[in-house]
């Protein structure tokens, strides 16, 4: 059984189906890319498998465990951690406060909590910014301790949602080095992305959502080429400029 | 990104009064001082104000624990005051339990009630939270006015026990032990406050009252940790429900379930400065000379005009010091964050 | 059990349950604009009252005519309170909204106090005087005057909303105010408009309630407290949520107080409100 499996996954809003029977395979030490025009069910689909919705078919596996319906303490708890894409940082904590509330999960003690936040701080180059209260930050620096904050729960397979939307080109490069220099140290990686351009040279697999439904689960170079990945982005872009005139 | 790292902050280098010493010294000037206040200021009008505002800190630190690290605005505190009040009030009365045996079970009593109250309402968030606990709070209200045996709406005379002893918890010769009886109280409080405030559940309680979402995800279990929050912010206002019933030696249903006095707890906190420790203690220290002040001023001619001039007061502060008292000197203490770079959008597409 | 008495009671219940959706359409009108809770809708009623009696004693003012002149004032003050007050307060954290109002209250409620003592004054009378009787069923007058005009009042704020171009930039203001603001509406004057709105709503509810109920400095806390819970219950700014929670309320504290006992009436009030919001946090009608 892989790390993270599920089966036939579907989540309904009112009559729009988000979600429908999506099966996706996770293993130990991938780094996926999930691509999808907007509205495609990324965000869904990564919230049923963190808990933040609860599917209404199918089953989620983690580490052969049903984890169908636990809370989000509950799976993160297992081993799962995301960040958002609307980024949620404590505003009126500071960044090694942030982290250390992350830190707390497996080192109940103050202390603990506080060096291993400060462990994390440092991988993550947000060291000299520890005591600055984390509402002031730019985007960029928020997108990276929501990030850091994720990491503090040592988790098995970290979720990144849009972790690069909002970023201009330089930081969007720095943060493609950190996700790989994570994933070259042993962590497992799903990239939820819009911009397909930032996930190509990044992952080893892609998975392509398109209206709720897996449409391509292969390697970059060939999910690029795919006629029916090349339709979907298309004709989002098509209805985009239709309507920018 | 490497531009903001030349800006990076020296945290220790905050205005004299966020040194450590200057604030532990300060703390125990303080001490010496509250130990001393009844020699200092012996008149009777000062000492009974001295009382109000210790225990009125005792209630502000407590409701600051839910509402201001927790982030849950609770308007139905005077449940957990009722209800120390009443429980040791009955079992002196019917059953000459001691007092401060009854402090315990009323603490028990409340934090059963804590639970009670936040299992259902604490999914609910903001307005719809504060509605339902002022609901929660109105029903024991009612009930207790209409519960006979309780004394109903009358409420309960105190037996008097003459001798002054500490057992008693009564002193009629002179107030001073309710003095100090109340200062033990509110240090309490204070060290229930600053151990939270280090603890894990200090660090949940921030973060889940920043973003509950955002929490979850981090394994933060919100709602036990609320609950937690609300039982020991329900156990500390009880035994100031005690105290106040011991003190005054007469409750009843409109004196000690009253929804002003729960809004007077979180007023005290929001007015010093939510979430902090010296926060609801300026707060008391504020608020309860002005109101008591009032009331010696412009009670005498009866009618409540000292009331018109607190409601006047509580809108005057909230429109020009909404972030509380605490806030005017904590603008100028934290590190300030680097300058927002210019990014293409602020908070990602949602 | 007498199936008049029932009829009876329900109907009671129904009459002042459209006098509580009255005060909470106004009271949910606010808060749908600008997401604050007016805690001193209340003291406005009470004011409201005031100002019928005294147009009554002073000047032999009937209520009915009186109608008019205690909405026109009720509108002013609740423009002059977000003029003053709420409109410092509009971006600050939800408890300094909170107190604003309810320092507010305070002020008015022991202002009244301080002016006319604590004495229930009564409106002897008036046109409404009496009772009328349907199927066996007898209704107050006054009652029935107040449920018609909660009725109408509503009627008109509906129409207001959805069918006028000022009901609909009030709406767009409601839904989001940037994007409102970028269209050309002025937000500001909107506030304005929802707070004299909302305000005159508990004015007509004032003047109405005067016919019939005794005129004292805490009448606006009897009936508002209950009446947050009707906003609750309905959903928080839904103006339809808030009728139909106004005569929810009135009908379990009749029912309940009838098939109970009254002094308990509120208890079941606020204990159905916190059993529905265990299922529905939102309120019944409520969107998430």
Redesign the interface.
């Given at each position: 059984m892989s790390l993270l499996e599920t089966h036939g996954l579907t989540k309904r809003f009112g009559g729009l189906v988000a979600n429908q029977a999506i099966d996706f395979r996770l293993e130990k030490g991938e780094l996926v890319g999930l691509i999808g025009p907007?509205g495609a069910g990324k965000t869904t689909f990564f919230n049923c498998i963190?808990?933040?919705y609860r599917p209404d078919e199918g089953r989620v596996f983690f580490r052969g465990r049903d984890v169908t319906g636990w809370?989000?303490?509950r799976i993160?708890?297992a081993g799962i951690?995301?960040t958002?894409?609307?980024?949620?940082?404590?505003?009126?904590?500071t960044v090694l406060?942030?982290v250390?509330?992350?830190a707390?999960?497996r080192h109940?003690?103050?202390a603990a909590?506080r060096a291993h936040a400060e462990a994390v701080l440092e991988t993550t180059g947000l060291t000299?910014?520890?005591?600055?209260?984390a509402?002031?930050?730019?985007?960029?620096?928020r997108?990276r301790l929501?990030l850091a904050?994720?990491l503090?729960?040592e988790p098995e397979v970290l979720f990144l949602d849009?972790a690069m939307?909002?970023?201009?080109p330089?930081?969007i490069q720095?943060a493609v080095a950190m996700v790989r220099r994570l994933w070259e140290q042993g962590l497992t990686i799903v990239l939820v992305e819009?911009v397909m351009e930032v996930v190509m040279p990044l992952a080893q697999r892609v998975v392509v959502l398109d209206y709720g439904q897996v449409i391509a689960d292969d390697t970059p170079e060939r999910v690029a080429k795919d006629p029916r990945v090349i339709e979907a982005y298309l004709g989002e872009r098509f209805a985009r400029e239709a309507r920018e005139g | 990104?490497q531009s903001?790292?030349r800006q990076?902050?020296e945290?220790r280098s905050g205005p004299w009064w966020t040194r450590r010493w200057v604030q532990w010294g300060g703390g125990i000037l303080l001490l010496i001082f509250l130990l001393l206040f009844p020699y200092l200021f012996p008149r009777p009008f000062l000492r009974r104000m001295a009382i109000l505002v210790l225990l009125w800190s005792l209630l502000g630190l407590a409701w600051n624990i839910i509402g201001g690290y927790g982030g849950q605005v609770s308007l139905g505190h005077a449940v957990f005051f009722g209800l120390g009040a009443y429980t040791s009030s009955i079992l002196l009365e019917r059953w000459q339990v001691s007092p401060w045996l009854g402090m315990l079970a009323g603490a028990a009593v409340a934090a059963i009630a804590a639970l009670l109250i936040g299992w259902p309402t604490f999914r609910l968030q903001g307005h719809y939270f504060a509605i339902a606990t002022i609901a929660a709070g109105e029903i024991f209200a009612i009930l207790f006015r209409n519960w006979e045996w309780a004394g109903g709406a009358v409420g309960i005379y105190l037996p008097l026990i003459r001798g002054d002893q500490l057992v008693n918890f009564q002193f009629h010769e002179t107030k001073v032990p309710y003095y100090y009886i109340v200062l033990v109280m509110a240090l309490l409080a204070v060290a229930v406050t600053y151990a939270l405030e280090?603890?894990?559940a200090g660090?949940?309680l921030?973060?889940l009252r920043?973003?509950q979402?955002?929490?979850?995800?981090?394994?933060?279990?919100?709602t036990r940790y609320k609950l937690i929050a609300m039982v020991i912010s329900a156990v500390l206002t009880a035994i100031g429900g005690t105290f106040y019933a011991q003190f005054v030696l007469y409750i009843s249903p409109n004196t000690v379930f009253a929804l002003m006095l729960s809004v007077q707890m979180c007023l005290v906190a929001v007015l010093g400065g939510l979430g902090t420790i010296a926060g609801p203690i300026i707060g008391a220290m504020v608020l309860i000379p002005m109101a008591e002040y009032t009331r010696v001023f412009l009670g005498g001619r009866g009618g409540g005009l000292h009331l018109v001039v607190y409601g006047l007061l509580i809108v005057i502060i909230s429109v020009f010091q909404p972030a509380g008292l605490v806030g005017l000197l904590r603008r100028r203490t934290?590190?300030?964050?680097?300058p927002?770079?210019p990014?293409?959008?602020?908070?990602?597409?949602? | 059990m007498d199936l008049t008495i029932l009829a009876q009671t329900v109907a009671s219940g129904l009459l002042i349950g459209l006098v509580f959706s009255l005060l909470a359409v106004g009271l949910t009108l606010i808060f749908g604009v600008m997401d604050i809770v007016n805690f001193a809708h209340g003291e406005f009623l009470m004011l409201a009252m005031y100002v019928t009696y005294w147009l009554w004693v002073l000047w032999g003012m009937d209520p009915l005519f009186s109608l008019p002149i205690s909405a026109l004032v009720m509108f002013i003050l609740g423009a002059l309170t977000y003029l003053l007050v709420i409109r410092y307060v509009l971006d600050a954290p939800m408890l300094a909204q909170i107190f604003s109002t309810f320092g507010l209250m305070i002020f008015l409620r022991f202002l009244a106090q301080v002016l006319w003592t604590e004495d229930y004054r009564r409106i002897r009378g008036s046109l409404l005087e009496g009772r009328i009787e349907i199927a066996g069923v007898f209704l107050g007058r006054p009652e029935v005057a107040a449920a018609l005009g909660g009725i109408i009042t509503t009627a008109i704020l509906y129409w207001f909303l959805k069918g006028t171009r000022l009901g609909w930039a009030l709406e767009a203001t409601a839904e989001d105010r940037t994007v409102a603001a970028l269209m050309g509406i002025n937000t500001e004057w909107m506030f304005t408009l929802a707070w004299g709105i909302g305000s005159a709503c508990a004015g007509i509810a004032g003047t109405l309630l005067a016919t019939f109920y005794p005129i004292f400095p805490e009448a606006g806390a009897v009936f508002v407290l209950v009446t947050y819970v009707a906003v609750a219950l309905g959903g928080f700014g839904n103006i339809t949520g808030a009728f139909v929670g106004g005569i929810l309320i009135g009908l379990l504290q009749v029912v309940g107080g009838f098939l109970w006992e009254p002094r308990f009436k509120d208890v079941l009030v606020y204990g159905v409100y916190l059993l529905v919001v265990l299922v529905r946090p939102q309120g019944l009608l409520g969107r998430r």
């Open positions: 907007n963190t808990g933040f809370s989000p303490e993160c708890r951690a995301r958002f894409q609307v980024v949620k940082t404590f505003r009126d904590m406060e942030n250390m509330v992350g707390f999960l109940p003690r103050p909590a000299h910014l520890a005591d600055v209260q509402g002031g930050l730019p985007i960029a620096y997108k929501e904050r994720a503090a729960t849009e939307a909002g970023l201009n330089g930081e720095e819009h | 990104m903001v790292s990076g902050q945290p280090r603890s894990r660090y949940y921030r973060a920043a973003d979402d955002a929490a979850r995800s981090l394994g933060v279990p919100i934290r590190p300030t964050p680097p927002a770079m990014t293409p959008a602020e908070e990602g597409i949602a | -």
